[in-house]
């Protein structure tokens, strides 16, 4: 018996699919950067469509400048927790900027979006007398920061309203505090959730809503405010996590709320306790991203055609897609195998997207996930639709 | 007495009834049979027919509760556990 046996089963399945693989999509090396939507990949030029770099703000001027000033004015690394060294000016700043932008009156800058999700969950949520509900389908973070609460946890299905008013219907007087967790965009599909309906259900019930916006931020909603902007419920939403690292192209997350109590999550949340802040160049970077964004619609208007590009042609070429047409588009395909054989395919035709398989995926699907940038220019997509068009030719010739 | 075997039958049925599609490798099941282990399916799609069985019997079963068991005789006894807390 050693540390290391429960790996061997698991890993067993794994390396069957690895060895008849020719490249291995879970340790992809991008050699060189050349853009926001090109890289070198072994010698090989390659379009990257699995970012999440939603409005392709990673290479834009204003955020590099911002991003190397800080570095000059405050140092390359904070060394310590927004608890004790680790809060500077561009920190509050940031957190009054986002605050602001969302129209909440309290902001907690973290990290990471992983450590906001945590930090939050696992600080608002304490056993025995608090339960928190979730939707099926929510990121590993939000399981995470369940499991870190320790209060009891009920999931409900995905995207079903009705589903979380039963459960919640069905809790005890015992319970006090009731916490609800659900995402504006799921990453994996790129469908999204019907946030109005949820808030309604949840309110009636006495519960309270953490929404986690991290893929949706910047994409949905007149402002870019995410999914709940869209539904008309922003202002509703209890508390609005989110990340740096997708639409903001940094690296770092937050949680925004008009409850003042908010602010109890400064000492009590361990994420945010006992980790060091993001650098001042992340925060930066965010900070300048977050001033594009609130001032320049034009990204996101690319970003929608080229996302109902991507899906029209897709649709054409007879592929079984996830969702509506959304930045995230996830092409279904029959096993593990195939979608194996597929990723290699798209990435020798010059495309890299994210290949995703149980139990990382909801349902138990193994998709080719893609995500588009305002970024990609028109050949980029040629090249995108080109690569999926010679998958479809070769996935036909395999079903004939 | 009689009455809480009959009905344990009918909970352990109905669980073995959704774990069926699941078995692959047509794995008798018995109370004892690892779930995870024996039928060689991942947590989440343990967490999925748990899904079905709550709608089922109109109950919740915390995720808590869930990651505790390892057999199909621990589910049946956790849902009646939970059948008469929350009746």
């Not at chain 1, 072994?42 to 703000?57: C, D, H, R, S």
């Not at chain 1, 995207?159 to 219907?169: A, F, G, H, Q, V």
């Not at chain 1, 029959?334 to 139990?359: D, Q, S």
């Not at chain 1, 193994?366 to 999926?388: F, G, K, P």
Request: charged fraction near 25%; charge should be negative.
């Amino acid at each position: 018996m050693s540390l290391f046996e429960k790996f061997e089963d698991k890993s067993r399945l794994l390396k069957g699919l690895l060895e008849q693989s020719p490249r291995d999509p879970f340790s992809v090396s991008m050699d060189e950067m050349l853009g926001p939507t090109r890289a070198m990949v072994k010698g090989k030029e390659i379009v990257l469509a699995g970012t999440n770099n939603y409005l392709g703000l990673t290479y834009d001027e204003g955020a590099i400048e911002a991003a190397c000033d800080a570095v000059k004015s405050s140092g390359t690394g904070t060394t310590g927790s927004r608890f004790a060294n680790g809060t500077y000016a561009g920190h509050k700043e940031l957190e009054a900027d986002l605050a602001e932008f969302l129209g909440y009156k309290h902001c907690i800058v973290f990290s990471t979006g992983y450590q906001a999700n945590l930090g939050a969950i696992s600080a608002l949520a304490a056993p025995p007398n608090d339960v928190i509900l979730i939707d099926a389908d929510c990121h590993a973070c939000i399981y995470d920061g369940c499991q870190l609460s320790g209060a009891e946890t009920i999931r409900f299905r995905h995207n079903d309203p009705e589903s979380l008013d039963k459960r919640l219907s069905r809790l005890g007087p015992e319970v006090k505090g009731k916490l609800v967790c659900l995402e504006g965009m799921y990453s994996m599909f790129g469908d999204v959730a019907p946030v109005k309906e949820f808030v309604e259900v949840a309110h009636k019930h006495g519960a309270q809503v953490l929404l986690d916006e991290a893929h949706s931020f910047g994409v949905f909603g007149e402002g870019g405010r995410g999914v709940c902007e869209r539904d008309g419920v922003l202002a509703d939403v209890d508390f609005y996590t989110g990340t740096f690292s997708k639409s903001l192209a940094s690296i770092g997350g937050f949680v925004a709320s008009n409850h003042p109590e908010l602010e109890y999550l400064r000492f009590s949340s361990r994420p945010y306790v006992f980790t060091a802040s993001p650098s001042p160049a992340n925060v930066a970077a965010a900070s300048a991203a977050l001033k594009k964004i609130s001032t320049d619609s034009s990204m996101r208007t690319r970003l929608w055609e080229n996302a109902e590009r991507i899906h029209a042609a897709f649709t054409q070429l007879g592929f079984e897609l996830c969702a509506p047409a959304s930045p995230v588009i996830a092409v279904k395909l029959k096993n593990k195998e195939e979608a194996f054989m597929a990723w290699n395919v798209l990435m020798e035709n010059g495309v890299y997207v994210n290949l995703a398989i149980p139990p990382g995926t909801p349902n138990a699907a193994s998709i080719l996930r893609l995500s588009v940038s305002a970024a990609h220019t028109n050949e980029d997509l040629d090249v995108v639709v080109d690569a999926y068009t010679t998958l479809s030719q070769i996935l036909a010739k395999g079903a004939a | 007495m009689s009455g809480i075997q009959e009905d344990d039958d009918l909970v352990f049925h109905k669980i073995t009834s959704l774990l069926e599609p699941l078995n692959e490798k047509g794995v008798k099941l018995t109370r004892e049979t690892d779930i995870i282990a024996d039928l060689e399916i991942d947590s989440v799609s343990l967490l999925d027919v748990v899904m079905d069985i709550e709608d089922n019997y109109d109950i919740s079963i915390p995720v808590n509760t869930i990651s505790e068991i390892k057999t199909i005789g621990e589910l049946v006894d956790a849902i009646h556990k939970i059948k008469k807390e929350q009746s």
